[in-house]
């Protein structure tokens, strides 16, 4: 027994680790745990304090025979020990291969809490409050093989979680991510599962399986996080890679009242510790989330490169695929030039999900057309997806689409559930295609869409009956559709710049404001807005900073801030806090 469950002590603060598939990386050889990355995964979270260690199954390689399992487990305890707090585990499909008998011999094996469990569960599925958090675990990997929550684990989750309003934090754990819809039978962010943790106001759902970390809110009602943790040792070459999610390392949680924060700690520079702070994310702001500009591409510098402030931009830079190129000139000091023809900029790490947008979402840029091509998903001019994994899983959802058509009509669109389709347009045509360069937005509120032409409306609004959801795997596009789709009608023959994503639907003036290349910085647009700061630190600054002491402006031998008149204000000229508007209608079905 690695638990002692007994009644802990309200405290204001605590931190605690969750890491999923801590079993072995090579199958070959032992299906144990991994034994290198497990056990400095525990010195790692001892070394950060933390007072529990939340398993999300899958602890070893598993085994046909429940006595080579039960052997397996063992090794796992032998590790877990050395961790200085309480370990919560459940089980994963790799250690239910042994069958009938599997739950049994996991209660008797990990002592979990079975004073609160569902029938036939009691062991595998639990309740354990530590303070005025609480933490449910509830297995999705069953004794026949089969990946799912019981019909009568959610009936006892339904009750308990109906009981925990009094909780500040209220987190579940369970081995089969939610958005991975097409692979698992947990329904989706329509499925009974996620709509009880919407319903009741959980922060975070974290999840195994998939051998990648992924933060993502994937929507459908609530603002709860979905975390698939990355893994504790298990095997990291899945198809398709991306070496920035497929990691080993864990994810810690400070809690400090009503506010909390999770950290994915991984080893970043190779030397086996997992120690370097590799992302970051709010669960809980504690207060209302702060909301404004997530991501901003000006070329200026010859990259592609993020410069929306931190804490809300994350800098995720891009790379230019095919004959994209970065030229000086247009409506700033540089551009993205794209010559149609399989031609784009990919824009993904670690943090992207910051970019993704499953709710209010206004989305601005510069565009230039220099020819037009023909067909519904013709002249890309941004895009939130991918297409780097099979089937019509909810986590591959296309967040949003910007687009013209060849009459200069302007087009949205976006998915939800197993890839259900919303395509809209504007209910007039726009003047896009003329060869120069205009400002370009998209505007989504919670209840309609609205486009817009150099700052003025583009025929009206547009009501919207489904917002996206899932969304989570997906990367930045310019100029093209995903890359798997790279060199097909979608992709655009003109140019890009400034280009900006906020998490907000802007007003008509704040829109304006955008569209007016003209219009001088004032000082206060130099720091980025009013409630955005500039800081490159992963820690809020001042809200409403004092620009005669703020080290961080640029001051001439007078003192004054100095304002590059060259510079014009594009984004900056936005705060941090946007009001209402806009929306949309939607039609069928995913096209691919």
């Known amino acids: 027994m690695i638990l002692l469950v007994g009644a802990a002590l309200a405290q204001d603060a605590f931190r605690f680790a969750v890491v999923g598939d801590t079993q072995t990386e090579d199958y070959s050889e032992s299906a144990s745990i991994n034994p290198t990355v497990f ?68 209660a008797e094996d990990f002592g979990m809490p079975t004073d609160n469990a569902p029938a036939d569960e009691e062991g595998v599925s639990w309740v354990f409050d530590h303070g005025e958090t609480r933490f449910i675990g509830v ?90 943790l990355g893994t504790g040792g298990g095997w990291t070459g899945f198809s398709p890679i991306r070496d920035y999610q497929q990691r080993h390392g864990f994810v810690l949680v400070e809690v400090d009242g009503a506010w909390a924060q999770a950290t994915f700690y991984g080893d970043g520079d190779g030397d086996g510790e997992y120690d370097e702070a590799l992302d970051s994310w709010l669960l809980d702001p ?10 901003r591409y000006r070329f200026d510098e010859g990259a592609v490169a993020d410069s929306a402030p931190r804490p809300l931009g994350k800098g995720i830079g891009g790379r230019l695929i095919g004959d994209a190129e970065i030229l000086e000139g247009g409506p700033f000091h540089g551009y993205l030039r794209l010559d149609g023809d399989g031609d784009s900029v990919e824009a993904g790490a670690i943090g992207d999900y910051v970019l993704a947008g499953n709710g209010e979402l206004s989305a601005a840029l510069w565009a230039r057309v220099d020819s037009a091509e023909s067909g519904s998903w013709a002249n890309t001019l ?172 640029d001051k001439d031998p007078e003192g004054d801030p100095v304002v590059d008149p060259e510079r014009r204000c594009g984004c900056g000229s936005v705060p941090a806090a946007g009001p209402l508007l806009l929306g949309l209608v939607l039609v069928a079905r995913r096209r691919r």
């Open 139 to 228: 297995t999705s990997d069953q004794e026949s093989g089969s990946y799912r929550v019981s019909n009568g684990a959610l009936s006892w989750l339904d009750e308990v979680l109906g009981e925990s309003a009094e909780f500040e934090h209220v987190y579940v754990m369970t081995h089969h991510p939610v958005t991975f819809s097409a692979d698992n039978s947990l329904g989706g962010t329509y499925g009974d599962f996620w709509q009880l943790l919407v319903a009741n106001g959980v922060e975070a759902l974290f999840t195994g399986h998939w051998h990648r970390i992924q933060a993502s809110q994937p929507g459908n009602g609530g603002a709860t996080w979905e975390t698939i």
């Open 286 to 295: 504690g207060a209302e989330p702060e909301r404004g500009l997530r991501a």
């Open 382 to 553: 941004l895009c939130y997806g991918t297409a780097d994994y099979a089937g019509e899983s909810e986590q591959s959802n296309y967040s949003f689409w910007l687009s013209v058509g060849d009459d200069g009509t302007l087009n949205a669109f976006w998915e939800h559930g197993d890839g259900d389709n919303v395509f809209l347009s504007s209910t007039e045509a726009s003047d896009l295609l003329d060869g120069d360069w205009h400002h370009v937005a998209m505007v989504r509120s919670t209840e309609e869409l609205s486009f817009f032409l150099d700052g003025r409306r583009v025929g009206e609004p547009v009501a919207i009956d489904q917002q996206p959801t899932g969304g989570g795997r997906g990367m930045l596009y310019l100029g093209s559709d995903t890359l798997d789709y790279l060199g097909n009608e979608s992709d655009l023959h003109g140019a890009l710049d400034e280009v900006c994503l906020f998490d907000l639907a802007l007003s008509d003036d704040q829109v304006v404001a955008l569209a007016d290349r003209d219009r001088e910085c004032d000082d206060l647009d130099e720091l980025g807005g009013e409630d955005t700061g500039i800081d490159d630190s992963d820690e809020p600054v001042d809200s409403d900073p004092d620009i005669d002491s703020d080290p961080r402006v």
């Open 39 to 106: 056990p400095a995964i525990v010195e790692a979270a001892n070394t950060q304090n933390a007072e529990l260690l939340l398993v999300a199954g899958d602890l070893v390689g598993g085994s046909g025979s429940l006595a080579s399992t039960r052997s397996q487990w063992s090794d796992f305890r032998a590790v877990a020990v050395d961790f200085d707090g309480e370990v919560l585990v459940i089980p994963g499909n790799h250690d239910v291969y042994g069958g009938e008998g599997t739950f049994a011999a996991f």
